[in-house]
């Protein structure tokens, strides 16, 4: 699902969207593999910290704690280079970017949580015989990498698992979100339902994961989060209005001032979150800096709007003077001291005093992003944003060269602050798993009750009935799956080699482990043939798998050297003796070994049990 130019379509709200292959050499996935590098770089410099910081308490050589100390303080330097290299690449937020040659301001996409490569092979060749239990998933120690820090976090539950997967569905969302074009009105829509999914998926963790082992998907972590996509969905809002096309009228271009007041105000939560403790301690700096600028940039440009509004409009004989008044009443919080709201209206240098006011305003928090810019020396290689906020504040300049003159010699009026307001608000898209049909990757392999992990099982095996008149020779219990409940003596089913209590899986290759007792019954009536193929499966009891780990004991005590000492007729007696009740049979090696004092022996070279497993 991560965006990338192999162009794996994804479709969704009636149209194509490019997906990923992390396969392809692109930049994406080159970042996510480097990702996974300094992970587990990182992995490894601090199981050796925790090695070295053991050794140095224990021992009590000063040679050797001087030697320890040496150690551990390149580790700790090593460390501290790979969390600033992964903060650079947590950084890289214009390789997420849309690739069009248009200027938009970068969005802020989440990295995933990784997890050391598993090998499928074995697992899956297992799941032939039986399927994996949850509580057997439980049971093996699930690691994953912190999205932020790289510090691997360790758990046996699997809701840690299922905790780090809807993470990573979350940053994905983002990911799909910063990538798309924002030009356009549909590339917006689309930004901003990932946007508002991402913050969903963030939030339905948060409310329903506790006892986070690492640092990103705890409560704090995850409350930043969900604000900065919320963030990011109002930031779409207004490049929404704008591309909409901002008339030129009073009444649209205070609602862009407003829109981008907005903008300010919730990016400024955003900051004052990462800047608190312990939030603040791990999150990327390039982040909380890029956060902060952009609070500074929509505030200059919610002043820019509303001094184009005041200066560059004029009241028409037919314009409502009282609905002017009113959105002049919304925009700010409080006016200044001087003249009524009316007479600013009415007269034209009044709007231009208060027009330029915003103007020397807007230039200030142009200019204080721009500052706050130059502080991050990853954010001054982004040439996106740099671009961004040179093109804005010159055209604030221009403006403000336009409306000034010489002859002002009244004193510049504190510009009011801009009341925020949004026409859509953020909304926050939880996941509604029961709207998602699935099927269970593991209902071929039947129910959970008796095809699990917990439960050891003979191989499948297929038996060839012949019905006579009395049937196929055995009864049938039970439901999904259906069980032998009797063989009949002498019958088909008997000499087939079936026994009570094995399960029927299939009839002619049909599968039947989901089956109901009266559709089998059903199923073998409407046989037409004399012969039928079932296949059953033999549950191993618990009884027998002692008595299976008593015989291999048995079998590696027959193996060792003590017990062939002799002659072959020694030997015969005390493998009897041993192996008498046991169900062993043994066959010997015809070829003769010679012990150390020249007699010679032969060996047990096969031990078969009565139930026709080998060892």
Known sequence: MTESGAETELRGSGSVRKGCDPFAQTQRSKLQHRRAR??????????????????????????????????????????????????????????????????????????????????LSMPLKRLNLYK????????????????????????????????????????????????????????????IDAFQKAAGALNYLKENFFNAPSLD????????????????VQECVFEKVIVAGVKDEFLTQLQCAQEAARVADVYSLVYQTMTQPPVKNYVPFSWTTMVQVKSEYFKA???????????????????????????????????????????????????RKLGKAHLKKAIIKHEE?????????????????????????????KKYSE??????????????????????????????????KVTDIFHRLGPLSVFSAKNRWIPARQAHLKKSEKGFGFTLRG????????????????????REGDYLVSVNEQDCKWSKHTDVVQ??????????????????????????????????????????????????KKIADSTKGSGLLVTWNKKKNTNKDGSTHSLPVIAVTDDGSFY
Not at 55 to 67: D, G, I, P, S
Not at 134 to 142: F, R, S, V
Not at 534 to 541: D, F, N, P, Q, S
């Open 301 to 351: 440009i919610s002043h820019y709007y509303a001094a184009i509004a005041l200066c560059d409009h004029i009241m028409g004989p037919d314009e409502e003077e009282s609905e002017q008044v009113k959105a002049l009443q919304q925009l700010h919080v409080t006016m200044p001291e001087g003249p009524s709201l009316i007479t600013v209206l009415k007269d034209k240098e009044e709007r």
């Open 217 to 232: 998907m705890s409560t704090p972590s995850l409350n930043m989060l969900v604000r900065l996509m919320i963030a990011q």
């Open 479 to 498: 439901d999904s799956p259906v069980l032998i409940a009797g063989v009949v003596p002498d019958g088909s089913a008997d000499e087939a080699g079936l």
């Open 403 to 436: 409306i000034d003159r010489e002859d002002d010699f009244f004193d510049t009026i504190e510009a009011p602050e801009i009341h925020p307001k949004t026409q859509q608000k953020p909304e926050i898209k939880t996941p509604n798993f029961s709207k998602v």
């Open 132 to 191: 994996v239990s949850l509580d057997n998933c439980d049971k093996k120690q699930i690691k994953r990498y912190d999205s932020l820090t790289g510090v691997p976090s360790y758990q046996r539950a699997l809701a840690f698992e299922k905790g780090s997967i809807l993470f990573n569905i979350g940053a994905l969302y983002t990911q799909i979100g910063a990538r798309q074009d924002r030009t356009t009105e549909e590339g917006i829509n689309y930004a």
């Open 369 to 397: 992003a721009m500052r706050i810019h130059s502080l991050c020396r990853i954010l001054r290689k982004m040439d996106i944003l740099q671009e961004v906020l040179s093109i804005v504040h010159k055209r604030s300049l």
């Open 38 to 119: 300094i992970n587990q770089q990182i992995n490894k410099e601090m199981r050796m910290r925790a090695g070295a910081e053991n050794l140095f308490r224990a021992t009590t050589n000063n040679k050797v704690k001087e030697n320890v100390a040496l150690e551990l303080s390149f580790v700790n330097s090593n460390l501290q280079l790979l969390k600033e290299e992964l903060e650079e690449l947590n950084s890289s937020v214009e390789v997420y970017q849309n690739g069009n040659e248009s200027v938009s301001v970068p969005m802020i996409p989440l990295g995933l949580k990784e997890t050391k490569e598993v090998e």
């Open 523 to 572: 199923l073998l009536k409407n046989i037409s043939t004399e012969g039928v193929s079932i296949g059953v499966i033999t549950l191993i009891t618990s009884e027998q798998q002692n008595n299976q780990a008593d015989r291999k004991s048995l079998l590696g005590t027959m193996s060792s050297t003590s017990i062939f000492s002799g002659n072959d007729k020694e030997n015969s």
